[in-house]
């Protein structure tokens, strides 16, 4: 497979001094001496067959083996290998394994190294479990030996939580396994109690078949249905009665009674509805559990998004494996094509990344040295070096994990509306099958008992508990999959209510990258020496127009304050400046630009220059045909503003608003009746983020801003605005149509049940039949439609760049 003149092990070219290797009794060349030992060994191994059977090129291996000794670590083998017959096991990622022959070749040569006592290699998943003897070699000598041939292994991110999931879906699948072949045989014998309509048969046959079919349904009962006898004593620990307990006593009512029945010989036993009414709840909930598994995933994903180890680069060039624990800020650590970077921090080297983890953009994004990358972004192309600014739980996404956790942990108020609902429907729905069971003693007492449990099971909540939970469980798993979280509870509900649209200016419609153009000094002072001072103050700002001062090198400012909506002040080099509005640094009339001065009199004018985003107008063009009224408020200057909103298309924008102006303005909106979702980014923003009936803020804002907004945009692109918004408005539809059909089924069955026209077991399949129904609605919004981009977005984005040069920030 090696291209021409290329190396025979890797592809790669060939340098001009190129070393070879005998195989097949004929001299082949290869790049390096890395690659000529792993080709010599696999030649000396007898699996010179790989080169015959492979479909790609090997890797280049690096002749300088890598220090696994990391992998030997206690907690690391603890966290993420298993006992195993013999050892321990555990699994890996295999950077490089690319076919069925790479398969085969690491399955033949670690079965060589002592003490591995099985290989699994799948080449279509990119995973090998090894199983292996710690007490005959350490994991670190397996790896080495990975390695040389090319192959360099990474550990499975989240294996443990995987390894739970497993068992939490295997046992789930063996339940339902269990109680389907108890239902079909129990109902098989119950079949032939019902065929005898004349009761002709012996009473000894029918007993057998009825002691057979009770036998079949213990376990069904017991094992299959345990999840709901436990959560009924979970309910009655807390004095709440649920769709379990209801579940519980109707399940244990028809065992118990076709006991009591089949000991005195009565006329009727009723264990295929409860065997039926287990196996179809069961299916119902794994349906659920595979649809909440699904909407999770990109959830999921990104809390698992940190790799175990780092390689970092010491003093003397020499890398080392590490556990993440070990990095501090200011390592150099080399990340590997293929790899997930460990840390926050800033690029030695120029490389490209794939962010989507992060921000939901599904293209890599080139960065050159110097720039900041994320943790949880996957290098590509080539390895790079960086520099650790922040680890552990003050990286960027640790930060959004955390917001994730805290968004799970809490329930929506419609969702809690609808326990409340089911709980006391449950309570109701008892007290209604006992004056039914009443009546019917008194009507026909051989029937009372069947139709109240059919009261029982027919009229089960068990939609209107799901209906709600799984259509935001899926709608927050869409949201994850385009790169928005939501972090309250109700954030959903209240964005597909609102009619009024309120967008900051700066880091919002604009990229927040703002570039310095001009300086204009005054009083004897140069633009050198004013940059420096700019750039000391705005040095630990956190609003965006900081960055058009980040290069310069600058000294530390002391009494560093800031003055929202002015600007901000402090001490540089033993004098006081300020720096913001004309009015708040010079003491001159407001003209929109950024000033420096001591408060009374002008030392120097900057011009700003902040963009608009590329795709600022689509969205908006996008919202308003959605019907929502966008307004731009910003505490920039009239001129900046009132450009930017004209290119893009928004007629309602003020300017030169401090943070209190803004949220009298959202209160003024909210006052007339209006339901205002805020998008904002900044320090600033807060307490208007805080005061909208909704608020989503950007990826690149302040974690204060963060922390006040109810949803967080983890990319850059404003087509996710739109996108959210139809999303909101689907999952609340989806909502209403659940809540309505679970109502109507049971405002409808409960009749029907009640007048002793439904069986126990058609009662049954009734109600599962009526939670399948809003679950596979609820589905449906996973594959939501977004809106296309609207015509007129073009057009207008056009217009936006072509005004983007004139657009000035204060």
């Not at 057998?208 to 620990?237: D, K, N, Q």
């Not at 009662?763 to 296309?788: H, Q, Y």
Request: charged share 20%.
């Amino acid at each position: 497979m090696a291209s021409e003149g290329g190396c025979f092990h890797c592809g790669e070219p060939l340098p001009a001094d190129a070393p070879t290797v005998t195989l097949d009794g004929a001299p082949r060349a290869v790049c390096c001496h890395g690659c000529g030992t792993a080709a010599a060994w696999i030649r000396d191994a007898g699996l010179g067959d790989y080169y015959r059977l492979r479909q790609a090129d090997g890797r280049r291996v690096d002749a300088e083996a890598d220090d696994f000794a990391a992998w030997d670590r206690a907690d690391i083998l603890a966290e993420h290998s298993r006992e195993a017959i013999g050892g321990r096991e555990i699994t890996v990622l295999v950077e490089g394994m690319r076919c069925a022959a790479c398969a085969w070749l690491i399955d033949r040569a670690l079965r060589r190294v002592d003490g591995v006592r099985d290989v699994q290699a799948n080449a279509v998943t990119g995973r090998l479990i090894v199983a292996w003897d710690p007490d005959t070699t350490p994991l670190s000598r397996v790896l080495q030996a990975l390695a040389r041939l090319g192959y360099r292994p990474h550990l499975a991110p989240g294996e443990a939580l995987e390894r739970e999931r497993r068992r939490e879906r295997r046992t789930l699948l063996i339940r339902l396994g269990v109680a389907g072949l108890g239902m079909l045989q129990a109902m098989m014998f119950a079949e032939a109690l019902y065929l005898d309509f004349d009761n002709q048969m012996p009473a000894a046959t029918r007993d057998f078949f009825r002691w057979i079919a009770f036998l079949l349904a213990t376990p069904v009962v017991f094992y299959s249905g345990w999840p709901f006898l436990a959560g009924m004593a979970r309910e009655l620990r807390l004095r709440r009665l649920g769709m379990d307990t209801l579940v519980a006593t109707s399940v244990l009512l028809a065992y118990l009674a076709s006991l009591i029945e089949t000991l005195r010989g009565g006329p009727h036993v009723w264990i295929d509805a409860a065997v039926m009414f287990v196996f179809l709840l069961l299916a119902a909930r794994a349906i659920e559990a595979l649809a909440r598994q699904r909407a999770n995933a990109a959830v999921d994903t990104l809390a698992r998004a940190r790799p175990a180890l780092a390689w970092r680069i010491g003093d003397d060039g020499r890398r080392e494996q590490v556990p993440l624990a070990a990095l501090t800020a200011g390592d150099t650590v080399r990340v590997g094509v293929g790899e997930q970077v460990p840390t926050d921090g800033v690029l030695c080297d120029d490389g490209e990344f794939d962010e989507s983890l992060l921000t939901g953009e599904s293209r890599p994004v080139a960065k050159r040295a110097g720039e900041p990358v994320y943790a949880g972004s996957t290098c590509r192309n080539a390895p790079v070096r960086m520099r650790v600014t922040r680890t552990g739980q003050d990286t960027r996404l640790s930060h959004l994990v955390r917001l994730v956790e805290q968004a799970q942990a809490q329930r929506p108020r419609l969702a809690q509306a609808a326990d409340a609902l089911a709980s006391r429907f449950v309570v109701s729905l008892f007290a209604t099958a006992a004056v039914v069971f009443a009546v019917w003693w008194h009507l026909a007492p051989e029937r009372a008992f069947e139709v109240m449990l059919a009261v029982l099971v027919i009229s089960c909540p068990c939609a209107l508990s799901l209906a709600i939970p799984t259509a935001l469980g899926v709608s927050h798993g869409a949201l994850a999959r385009i790169g928005v979280l939501a972090l309250r509870p109700d954030a959903l509900d209240a964005l597909a209510r609102a009619d009024t649209l309120v967008l900051d200016k700066t880091g919002t419609l604009t990229e927040g990258r703002p570039s310095l153009r001009h300086v204009e000094t005054f009083a004897g002072m140069d633009a050198a020496q004013a940059r420096r001072i700019a750039a000391a103050l705005e040095r630990d700002a956190g609003h965006p127009l900081a960055r058009a001062f980040a290069g310069e090198i600058a000294p530390v400012a002391d009494e560093v304050r800031a003055v929202p909506g002015q600007g901000i002040e402090g001490r540089v080099d033993g004098r006081r400046y300020r720096l913001g509005r004309a009015d708040f640094a010079a003491g001159r009339f407001d003209d929109g630009m950024i000033w420096l001065g001591d408060g009374t009199h002008a030392l120097a004018r900057f011009v700003i220059e902040d963009r608009p985003r590329a795709d600022a107008a689509e969205a908006v063009a996008a919202l308003k045909s959605l019907g929502l009224s966008p307004t731009v408020l910003s505490g920039d200057g009239v001129i900046a503003v009132g450009l930017l909103a004209g290119a893009l298309g928004i007629p309602q924008h003020h300017a030169r608003l401090s943070p209190e102006d803004k949220l009298a303005f959202v209160r003024s909106l909210q006052a007339d009746g209006h339901v205002v979702a805020m998008v904002g980014d900044g320090i600033n923003d807060a307490p208007v983020l805080a005061g909208a009936d909704v608020s989503l803020a950007m990826a690149g804002g302040a974690p204060l801003a963060h922390r006040s907004a109810d949803l967080v945009l983890t990319g850059e692109s404003l087509l996710r605005l739109p996108q959210t918004v139809a999303l909101a408005r689907r999952t609340r539809a989806v909502i209403r149509q659940n809540l309505a059909w679970a109502l109507a089924y049971n405002i409808i069955a409960l009749p029907f049940a009640a007048l002793g026209w439904v069986t126990p077991w058609l009662a049954a399949l009734g109600m599962a039949g009526s939670s399948l129904l809003v679950t596979v609605n609820a589905l449906r919004l996973a594959r939501l439609p977004f809106p296309a981009r609207p015509e007129a977005g073009a057009a207008e984005a056009r217009a936006t760049a072509t005004a983007g040069d004139a657009m000035m920030a204060p």
